[in-house]
């Protein structure tokens, strides 16, 4: 197995960064459960210059079990992004990873994202700048190119490679895509092909499965697998890719409420008021439990995946509020909740944008 920079990685396996998704607590959890990497989602490199505290979140990590703490960051200018990356690498980052797939106009219109597709000399001089600036490992994140008539991930392999990219992820739509239609496997063999053992290649994309994730690795030879929406309501997928089992009920109703925990305490530790009076001190922890319980909701209804009356469960925790009412919630759902094949069946929709916010 091709070391990432100087990282043997545990097994072939890694969270992808998701936006919203992929914060402390999951990555953690997922980490826990079996993934050997998981990157933070996207960081704006201005952000990280302010260290604003919307950017202090993100940089939050736990050295215990996120080893190693990969970050990644966006931005189009190579100064800048150099900077910033000094700056994640002084909040503990070991690897920084480069977004140049995110589809979003207002990432791409400033060059950066997948704008990175349309200017390889820029984008390999990003990787060669964040280097030198920081000693540490650079990796990139991208799609297989902007639209159906320029996809030119070999292109930007052969750049990246020469700027010295310790690992290539791969997200085989074009940015014209978005997420629609499936991704095509075969530029990840192409990929692996071209590149052969100067760097890992990280395969993503429609991973769903233990059976996807071994497809994909045999037929595109690439180094790791990378699972996304998958994983969602589903970090058990990473130790079962690992030989373990899924989750009993009672154990996926402990796991839950573990998420939960976690997640309360992470979004508690930097809630803060618009305006300085906006909440009394009481008020103020509500408004922060309130807030949590609020963005938790998305995970709870991802957890119901698969399970008898999940569209019931989903339609109840739209109106949870408080942290009692989610965790008897989910004790009442999870603990007797049993597989439903027309449930896991359906599919489900993960809006990019809403998780940028
Ligand atoms: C909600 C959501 C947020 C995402 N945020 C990011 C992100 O911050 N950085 C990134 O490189 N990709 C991001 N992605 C793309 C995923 O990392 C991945 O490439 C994509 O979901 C395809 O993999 P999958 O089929 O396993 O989900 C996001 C995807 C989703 C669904």
């Known amino acids: 197995m091709l070391p990432i920079g100087p990282y043997t990685l545990r097994n072939r396996w890694v969270l992808a960064p998701m936006a919203g998704v992929s914060e402390m607590p999951f990555r953690v959890l997922a980490f826990k459960l079996g993934a050997a990497l998981c990157p933070t989602e996207l960081v704006s490199s201005q952000g990280l210059m302010r260290l604003s505290p919307r950017t202090m979140r993100y940089l939050r990590h736990d050295k215990t079990y996120e080893k190693p703490y990969s970050l990644q960051i966006f931005g189009g200018e190579p100064e800048v992004m150099a900077k910033s990356a000094v700056v994640a690498k002084e909040q503990g980052a070991e690897i920084i990873d480069i977004n140049m797939g995110c589809p979003v106009k207002k990432v791409t219109k400033t060059g950066a994202g997948s704008g990175l597709m349309c200017d390889p000399p820029r984008a390999g001089e990003l990787v060669r700048m964040i280097r030198e600036a920081t000693g540490l490992p650079v990796t990139a994140k991208i799609r297989a190119g902007w639209d159906s008539a320029n996809k030119n991930y070999l292109q930007m392999a052969d750049v990246l490679g020469a700027a010295g990219v310790s690992a290539l992820a791969i997200h085989p739509r074009t940015r014209a895509q978005g997420y629609s239609g499936s991704a095509d496997w075969s530029c ?140 008897a919630s989910c004790e009442r759902f999870f603990l007797g909740a049993e597989a439903d094949a027309r449930e896991a069946e359906a599919e489900y929709d993960v809006d990019y944008r809403q998780a940028l916010g």
């Open 188 to 327: 990840i063999t192409a990929l692996k092909k071209h590149v052969g053992s100067k760097f890992p290649v990280i395969g993503n994309g429609d991973v769903k499965t233990v059976a996807d994730a071994h497809r994909m690795l045999e037929t595109t030879g690439c180094d790791y697998v990378m699972i996304g929406r998958g994983a969602l309501g589903n970090p058990w997928l990473f130790r079962q890719l690992n030989g373990g089992e899924g989750p009993t009920a009672e154990e996926r109703c402990t796991v839950v409420l573990e998420h939960f925990r976690a997640h309360l305490k992470f979004v508690r530790g930097d809630f803060k008021p618009r305006r300085p009076d906006e909440y009394s001190p009481k008020r103020f922890e509500r408004a922060a439990e309130n807030a949590a319980v609020h963005a938790f909701r998305k995970h709870l209804g991802w957890y119901a995946h698969g399970l008898k009356n999940a569209s019931i469960f989903r339609n109840d925790v739209n109106r949870l509020e408080t942290a009692a009412e989610v965790l």
